[in-house]
């Protein structure tokens, strides 16, 4: 009886000792998304790796020490991170479309000759994603994206994007009307874009990601009851999520109405909501407190805005060309 006392105790010790080691192989990886997801990506590299080095098997720390790179633009890291995830795996759709995505990244800052190596890369990536898993939306729409974009010489071309948003359109209805909308605007045929991306609206997208690119790209094209449109379709998603009253305070200033209620969520934004990648930073706020000001004629406050977006992300375009607006006038 002693015996199996002592043996029982022992295994307990054991499990608790395996517990408490996974616990700690956890908390670094756990860590670095904490700091990934707050926007803070040069302590999510520090930790990834460290954590990297410790277990150079673990593609999920490959995976977000490539999705942390590109946050910075370090595309050369971004490229080894996302390439030894899919050496680790090579059956994981997300190590593919993530290294497309930093071979896409690459591309865009290389030279003519080098960029056409990267584009056929980017491609093979995302379209290997797709064919692993024909439910990954995101690598399904950069798929879409570039054969719309891409000449036939690097592999693209819009008859090779038809077929698969056809698949997309079966699979989600919202998916693939996106998918039609977005290859409709890379190709600056905006009204059928118009009326593919209402369809999308209309069809209860889940994804707040491709509610937020039809907001932004109504917005741009001054449609307010339409981003007012995108605005209900991401409260009926995920209420809680900020973008939704984010895109709602879009629309009624592009309307010039309800300009208080506006302000407000626009200052609880910047005051109140935290740092995320996918969520539109301080400086998209800003640049709105910046048109909302000039739809109320005060300049200066409007100038104000624009340069505390600016001083948030001094690339940040549209803040830059509202200044220069202003300016003139």
């Not at 109405?257 to 626009?266: N, Q, R, S």
């Not at 539109?280 to 709105?288: D, I, M, Q, S």
Request: aromatic residues 8%; hydrophobic residues 45%.
């Amino acid at each position: 009886m002693r015996v199996c006392r002592a043996l029982l105790a022992a295994l307990l010790f054991s499990l608790a000792v395996q517990a408490i080691a996974g616990r700690a192989q956890e908390a670094p990886l756990d860590a670095a998304r904490r700091a990934y997801e707050s926007t803070d990506y040069a302590e999510a590299i520090a930790i990834l790796n460290e954590a990297a080095a410790k277990e150079p098997n673990n593609g999920e720390i490959q995976l977000l020490l490539t999705k942390a790179h590109l946050g910075v633009e370090q595309f050369n890291a971004a490229e080894k991170s996302g390439e030894r995830a899919v050496a680790i795996n090579p059956k994981n759709s997300e190590y593919h479309n993530w290294l497309g995505q930093a071979y896409g990244g690459k591309a865009d800052h290389a030279s003519m000759f080098t960029a056409y190596s990267l584009a056929r890369k980017t491609r093979k990536e995302f379209e290997t994603a797709v064919q692993l898993d024909d439910r990954n939306f995101d690598a399904a729409q950069h798929l879409v994206e570039f054969d719309c974009t891409a000449p036939s010489f690097v592999g693209g071309g819009e008859e090779k994007a038809r077929p698969l948003i056809q698949k997309l359109l079966l699979l989600d209805a919202s998916q693939g009307h996106y998918a039609a909308g977005n290859c409709r605007r890379l190709k600056k045929d905006f009204a059928a874009a118009d009326a593919e991306f209402m369809k999308a609206l209309e069809s209860h997208p889940n994804s707040l990601d491709i509610i937020e690119e039809i907001a932004g790209y109504f917005a741009n094209r001054g449609l307010a009851e339409r981003v007012l449109s995108a605005a209900d379709a991401a409260e009926a998603a995920a209420p809680a999520d900020p973008r939704a009253r984010f895109f709602r305070a879009m629309g009624w200033i592009l309307q010039g109405e309800k300009l208080p209620d506006a302000e407000k969520i626009l200052l609880n934004y910047i005051q109140a909501v935290p740092r995320h990648p996918t969520y539109p930073g301080p400086w998209a706020a800003h640049y709105w407190l910046g048109q909302l000001y000039e739809k109320q004629k005060n300049l200066a406050a409007a100038r104000g805005e624009y340069g505390a977006a600016l001083k948030l992300n001094a690339k940040y375009k549209r803040a830059q060309d509202a200044l220069k607006q202003l300016g003139k006038s």
